[in-house]
């Protein structure tokens, strides 16, 4: 495989209704998309996850922008590679950036599936016909608001609810919910919303028999988490903390967490996800994967991760109207009774609606 062409878009695109979480509101989602072409003509696609502004992590839209076009794309750009595992050797002399790295890597693993004659799935692994999906609701107006519609969503099968929480609309919110929807499967998110001396707060999460409460402290730590796990019966899922293997098996061995959200974006591309996945799953930790508002590019590079077996847990990738009007993608990705059906097709297995991708596109730039 060599690389000859790549193509970044800069999109826009209207959600459907407000997502808010503790760090802020979003009203649109504004992200990267990559284009790579191989000498063959063999064209694949990855999506950034980076939000426009540093609130997940310290990735930006533009500072991915700035690593790909003078960093990683003269890296990589006509090399001859022959599968994308090597990507990550490659890029290693640059230090984090591991979303902006995502979004390329990605785009490569969909060329190598289609070069190999196979979905993406089964190039990563995956076994799975079918995916557990669960939902992820933001903080809302008012816990009747929630109510209503975390019902709806059960009522649509969707396998698990995960909840944002925040200080000041925590503990309140998990009972009403755990009252009203007492057999559904729901979990709290915080965002690194809480300190450790917010312990004894914390706690009262464990009434409430919550399948894991996820990233309740700082958003780079691994001790005070071990030290929270020691006090609470709510398994803690770690999410922001985690960005290689190697992070992974330190939370891990300290007893920092009992689950794992794998970010494709978050831990630099599918490959590490991969090894992250194979860790826990030789440690007994189970993994899910977590959403960042991705199009239905991304979303397809979820659905193809989330078919490896360690994948037990319902992850975040809903259905595309769950969030747009109108994806970039054909087939739009579709929930059912809280199943989405994996693509047998090459490579993503989603066809790209280039027009669609040009009405959103503003800004656009080709690498040769």
Known sequence: MKITEITIRHLKMKLKDPFT????????????LL??????????WGESVAFHSPWYNEETLKTNWHILEDFLIPLLLNKEISHPDEVNKIFEPIRKNNMAKSTIEGA?????????????ASALGGKKDKIEVG???????????????????????????????????????MRTLRQKFPDVAIMADANSAYRLEDAELLKQL?????????????????????????????????????????????????GATKIINIKIGRVGGLTEAKKIHDYCESQGIPVWCGGMLESGIGRAHNVALTTLSNFILPGDTASS???????????????????????????IGYKVNVDTVESYTVDKKIYR
């Open 21 to 32: 979480t503790s760090f802020g509101t979003f009203e649109d989602k504004e992200f990267l």
């Open 35 to 44: 284009e790579a072409k191989d000498e063959d003509g063999t064209i694949g």
């Open 108 to 120: 490569v693993w969909d060329i190598y599936a289609q070069q190999t004659n196979q979905s993406l």
């Open 135 to 173: 939902i992820s609701i933001g903080i809302q107006k008012s816990i009747d608001e929630l109510v209503t519609i975390v019902d709806g969503y059960v009522k649509e099968g969707y396998k698990r609810i995960k909840v944002k929480i925040k200080p000041g609309w925590d503990v309140d919110v």
């Open 206 to 254: 464990d009434e409430f028999n919550l399948t894991m409460v996820e990233q309740p402290l700082a958003s780079d730590d691994i001790i005070d988490h071990a030290t929270l796990q020691k006090q609470m019966k709510t398994p803690i899922c770690l999410d922001e903390s985690i960005h290689s293997l190697e992070d992974a098996r330190k939370a891990v061995e300290l």
């Open 321 to 347: 109207s769950r969030y747009w009007e109108k994806d970039i993608i054909e087939p739009e990705v579709v929930a059912e009774d809280g199943y989405i059906q994996v693509p047998q097709t090459v490579g």
